[in-house]
């Protein structure tokens, strides 16, 4: 019955229409075995090459035992076979994480674009439970998905829609530790689902019903918000909260790596919410840069090993520093060239700026640090902004500000002027 529900779900779903090489997860228990066996029942119609990939976790006397007879089997079947064997302190955790890098491993090296693992609806209902226990958020209730992307292909599960007890009583290995509650994944399928199906026998049929419609809504919000731009500012601003705590959940998806808190997400929801310029140190040495016209979270860069801290400029001369080219006394020819009074008596230092700066404006004396809040200059652009200083006092903060120290030479026989062009890039 199974063989022919999954080979019309093969037709339907098309999983392998772009994958030649196929490696499939196989532990030795019966899901595993059934997803190899069917799998290898329909290759020819499907067009595929197999590979078994098999991990020893070395927990139980049986596992070496278990690793000879699949090898062997695999060679009896003419399969390629790889295994690797864990190490180290175990958890669960660490054994899921050691398993599929040493299956993006085999991928990268051998050339199979997809990983098959026999996740079944059994342990789609026992997922979205599990993070029901652990307060997971509504997006991450909606369980496994049949395809995704992984190493350099695809991760498939192709038996989702099948339950445990549709499968054979084909030759595996039992796993005694799968009933013992050590666990919570154990714990979830051994004593919790059971007492509660008592309540409800199709219980498992519901949590996966709420896994696929959490996975529908999101898709719906997702279409629905399509095409805005939320790292700027105006526009997340105009949505009300739910939509700006939906639409930065669909930002923070392109950092799959940043895996923050609910209470680091608050964190980053009320910055956006109240701060008017700020940068927030994340974790895993990301940052969030936010400006009064967008923000954006990347990973912190060493910006002050990758730039000139300063340069010295003699009349006459000509150069490049930043993102601008100056000339001391020669103009330049081109559009948006800037002009400020300078003495033709000392070189210019051309710097960027350093905390205490200040520069005489209207008559007073006004830090630089406030007077890029009054202007709400962003971070980028104060971490870039060049200062021209002459004679140790500021005269002019590139396309900010003038002094009125250079207003004042304007009319001194000894001054020029020193001219500034950005350039194109």
């Keep these: 019955m199974i063989d022919q529900k999954f080979r019309k779900q093969m037709q339907e779903k098309k999983y392998f229409q772009n994958h030649r090489k196929v490696l499939v997860a196989v532990s030795g228990g019966l899901d595993s075995m059934t997803l190899f066996h069917l799998l290898y029942q329909n290759r020819a119609e499907l067009e595929i090459e197999l590979g078994i990939a098999h991990v020893n976790h070395k927990q139980r006397p049986e596992s070496n035992m278990e690793e000879k007879e699949l090898s062997n089997f695999a060679q009896q079947l003419g399969v390629k076979f790889f295994s690797s064997n864990f190490s180290g302190d175990f958890s669960e955790e660490k054994a899921r994480r050691f398993r599929y890098r040493f299956f993006e491993e ?29 307060g997971a958020r509504l997006r991450h209730l909606s369980g496994m998905t049949e395809v995704q992307p992984f190493a350099n292909g695809e991760l498939i599960r192709p038996l989702l829609c099948f339950h445990k007890q549709d499968f054979p009583d084909i030759l595996h290995f039992e796993d005694e530790s799968n009933f013992q509650n ?49 790292t700027k500012l105006e526009v997340f601003e105009r949505q009300i909260p739910e939509v700006q705590n939906f639409l930065l959940q669909e930002y923070l998806k392109e950092f799959p790596s940043l895996n923050l808190t609910k209470k680091q997400f608050a964190e980053i929801l ?19 840069v936010k400006d009064y016209k967008h923000f954006e979270i990347r990973k912190i860069s060493r910006r002050s090993d990758l730039k000139m801290e300063s340069i010295l400029l003699e009349c006459g001369n000509l150069l490049q520093f930043g993102e601008y080219q100056f000339s ?32 005489r404006l209207k008559g007073h004396h006004k830090k630089l640090r406030r007077l890029f809040i009054d202007q709400k200059i962003p971070f980028e652009e104060r971490e870039k902004a060049i200062i021209v200083e002459q004679n140790h006092q500021i005269l002019a903060i590139v396309n900010i500000a003038i002094s009125d120290l250079s207003k004042e030479l304007k009319s001194d026989i000894m001054s020029t002027v020193l ?3 950005k350039l194109d890039r």
């Design 182 to 230: 050590d666990y919570l994944r154990n714990r979830i399928r051994n004593l919790y689902l059971p007492s509660l199906e008592k309540e409800n026998p199709r219980f498992k049929d519901s949590l996966i019903s709420l896994g696929k419609e959490v996975e529908e809504l999101q898709v719906a919000l997702s279409h629905l918000t399509q095409g805005l731009d939320i």
């Design 328 to 359: 001391f006394g020669s103009p330049l020819e081109g559009e948006n060239v800037q002009a400020i009074s300078v003495s033709r008596e000392t070189p210019i230092l051309l710097r960027h700026r350093k905390t205490g700066d200040f520069l």
């Design 106 to 134: 085999i991928m990268l090296t051998e050339g199979y674009t997809a990983l098959v693992t026999a996740h079944h609806a059994d342990d789609q209902a026992e997922t979205v439970f599990m993070r029901l226990i652990r």
């Design 270 to 288: 009320g910055i956006l919410r109240t701060k008017a310029n700020y940068i927030h140190p994340l974790k895993d040495g990301y940052e969030l």
């Design 419 to 421: 001219y500034i062009q």
